[in-house]
Nanobody
């Protein structure tokens, strides 16, 4: 059974940083592309970053320079480093598995999310 469990969210002041983690199990993690998406209160899903099986990364233009995706295949874990956080970054953050090694495949499994709240 595929499982994706996010962690690392919390309450942070504007300008702060967080590192989100996504622990994966039930599939060969190193063989699949992965992504992070978020949903702010009252808004739709927003794609943030993706990483292929070989480590090629893609970031939404609005996130470049602030958010960095990475993966540790030995630990079956996906990460998202969030820097220079703003109040508008408040959202539920989800990791997602793609159906293949490339980010061109659709996302087929999602975690339950971790809440990030940016407030002073």
């Amino acid at each position: 059974e595929v499982q994706l469990v996010e962690s690392g969210g919390g309450l942070v002041q504007p300008g702060g940083s967080l590192r989100l983690s996504c622990a994966a199990s039930g599939f060969t993690f190193s063989s699949y592309a992965m992504s992070w998406v978020r949903q702010a209160p009252g808004k739709g899903l927003e794609w943030l970053s993706s990483i292929s099986d070989t480590g090629t990364t893609y970031h939404a233009d609005s996130m470049k320079g602030r958010f960095t995706i990475s993966r540790d295949n030995a630990k079956n874990t996906l990460y998202l480093q969030l820097n220079s956080l703003k109040t508008e970054d408040t959202a539920m953050y989800y990791c997602a598995k793609h159906a293949g090694s490339s980010v061109n495949y659709g996302m087929d499994y999602w975690g339950k999310g971790t809440l990030v709240t940016i407030s002073s």
